[in-house]
């Protein structure tokens, strides 16, 4: 499964003032093999734009989301893409919706938003668990994860190494996400963070340094991995 970071920023990040530097993050989308976006969030084509990637959104097949909080949907996003052929998937907590080569079953996260779901999602060779936005996880989302075995895990890292911040209740700071790689770590091969706040203060070679003793990997925008 290939996956291609298109943002990685949660949304205080000036998206009106997009760079191709690897220290700004944009809101988070995530591209599966070119052909399944999670979250069609406002950055998607001006992402295509900066990164001289303009074929890109043509080849989106399918759209999925997360939750309904402004950076993760786009409403002239998303209509954009169903233009270009893109079809939109509905899913359920936490029934599997198959479309494709794609299962996509969502699970309840501990989130602000109505619905706030994560995704697991396979491509019929490998699994990906999309875990954001979220405060560590719902106990429904723990019962369904340990049916499965990960290629990763994208959990969001809101406030990076900010520690005891109120949005714990909501988002993951770098060592919450390290705390449940302790025990989640064995129903995944990786572990990746996504969704870093501008006010978490680093930049991302800091960040990503603080995180590599405990073997988590950061994301940026335009990076793409296979699984
Ligand atoms: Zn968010
Ligand atoms: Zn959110």
Redesign the pocket.
């Known amino acids: 499964m290939k996956l291609r970071f298109i943002g990685t920023g ?2 205080d990040w000036d998206i009106a003032h997009p760079s191709s530097d690897i220290n700004f993050r944009r809101c ?1 989308s995530c591209l599966i093999n070119d052909e399944l976006l999670i979250d069609p969030g406002p950055c998607v084509y001006e992402f295509c734009d900066t990164f001289g990637l303009p074929d890109l959104t043509g080849k989106v097949k399918y759209i999925v989301t997360t939750h309904f ?1 402004g ?2 949907i786009s409403a002239d996003t998303a209509k954009r893409l169903m233009s270009e052929g893109a079809r939109w998937i509905v899913t359920e907590c936490p029934v599997p919706v198959k479309f494709g080569r794609y299962t996509v079953t969502s699970v309840p996260a501990n989130h602000n938003a109505r619905f706030s779901t994560h995704l697991i999602v396979s491509d019929g060779e490998s699994e990906l668990l999309y875990a ?2 979220g405060g560590w996880m719902t106990w429904r989302e723990w019962e369904e994860i340990k049916k499965h075995h990960f290629g990763a895990m994208v959990f ?1 890292g809101t406030m990076g190494n900010v520690r005891g911040n109120w949005r714990m209740f909501t988002h993951n700071d770098f060592y919450m996400v390290a705390e449940m790689k302790k025990y989640l770590g064995e129903f995944t091969d990786r572990t990746i963070v996504s ?1 870093v706040a501008k006010c978490a203060g680093e930049d991302h070679e800091t960040q990503a340094r603080s995180l590599e003793p405990y073997g988590i990997e950061l994301a940026y925008d335009g990076w793409v991995t296979e699984i």
Request: no cysteine; net charge negative.
């Open positions: 949660a949304a988070s909080h950076d993760h954001l936005d969001d969704h």
